[in-house]
């Protein structure tokens, strides 16, 4: 099996040569997720333009390789033995921002924060509330990204998709099935979003920045090595309540521990490993079901 893996890695990387794309081989995931945790992927693949993406998911398809498309590698969790296929990571002109009146142009992997700060420039009001979310605005739309009332799916007007043969396709917000934490998009890459907010007063707009700045600040363990809130809310309930009013709080297995500051969080201290973090994960899931009986599901996205 190691043989026959072997050859078809020695294919794929003879392929991505072909085409020019820049890769690493055995690229330690570790570097790339906000949890600084996860093995090595067989193929790390830095895409810059569309063409490169064309390419690259020519390659994958040829393979028919497992394939992960990274962001900014919050929300994530990749196991202890890495990734056997393809990583790609999106930069270079999917990076870019354009705002023209009320309409904001993003490549899929700029950054959240970013768009956030230069929308609130503008005096464009919709996005403040979601500072503080890491990651990239295609993770953020794949994922439906936001706050109990609010979320970025709802300001969208349109997401331009690449498919894997090499075909642009774009979804008008009505076509898209926006939901908690989906969008519904499979089998493609986002490679653009395009969304409509309103006008406002820069201000104010600036003032919100501000104030939610602060309150995560104070609410979250900013700074630490964390995916982000590990548990999705049930209906009707907080996650992090629960898990608080169970005693969790600063409780560990190994190097991840439960943030005193925020239940929902679940910090590498530095010498965690992934399998840790999930046994800390199924852990909690277990006492919450025996206590509340209610079944608590991962927000974060578990790659094993």
């Known amino acids: 099996m190691a043989k026959r893996r072997g050859t ?33 992927a067989d193929f790390f693949v830095k895409v810059k333009t569309y063409e490169e993406l064309k390419n690259l998911l020519a390659v994958i398809k040829r393979n028919n390789a497992p394939y992960f498309i990274i962001g900014g590698g919050s929300n994530l969790l990749f196991g202890d033995e890495g990734f056997r296929g393809i990583v790609l990571k999106l930069n270079g002109e999917f990076e870019k921002i354009s705002i023209f009146g009320n309409i904001v142009t993003v490549g899929a992997a700029a950054n959240l924060g970013s768009v956030i700060k230069q929308s609130a420039e503008q005096s464009l009001h919709g996005f403040e509330h979601f500072i503080g979310i890491p ?13 109990e009332n609010s979320w970025i799916g709802s300001f969208v007007d349109t997401v331009e998709t690449m498919d894997f043969n090499g075909n ?103 010498s965690g490993t992934a399998s840790e973090m999930i046994e800390l994960i199924e852990t909690i899931k277990e006492k919450v079901r025996e206590k509340f009986k209610l079944e608590l599901e991962t927000e974060i996205k578990i790659i094993k």
């Open 8 to 40: 078809i890695n020695s294919d794929i990387a003879n392929q991505l040569r072909e085409y020019a794309l820049d890769f690493i081989e055995n690229e330690p995931l570790s570097e790339h997720t906000t949890l600084c945790l996860g093995g090595n």
């Open 135 to 147: 990651g990239t605005i295609g993770g953020a739309v794949f994922g439906n990204a936001g706050l």
């Open 168 to 270: 642009i396709q774009k979804y008008a917000a009505n076509d898209i099935n926006f939901s908690y934490r989906s969008c519904g998009l499979k089998n493609c890459v986002i490679t653009k979003a395009v969304f409509i907010l309103k006008n406002g007063d820069k201000n104010d707009i600036l003032k919100t920045v501000s104030a939610d700045i602060e309150k995560r600040i104070f609410s979250q363990p900013l700074g630490t090595k964390n995916a982000g809130c590990v548990f999705k809310n049930p209906e009707g309930q907080n996650a992090g309540y629960l898990i608080d009013i169970l005693g969790f709080k600063g409780f560990g297995i190994g190097g991840i521990k439960v943030s005193e500051i925020h239940a929902n969080f679940l910090i590498n201290t530095g």
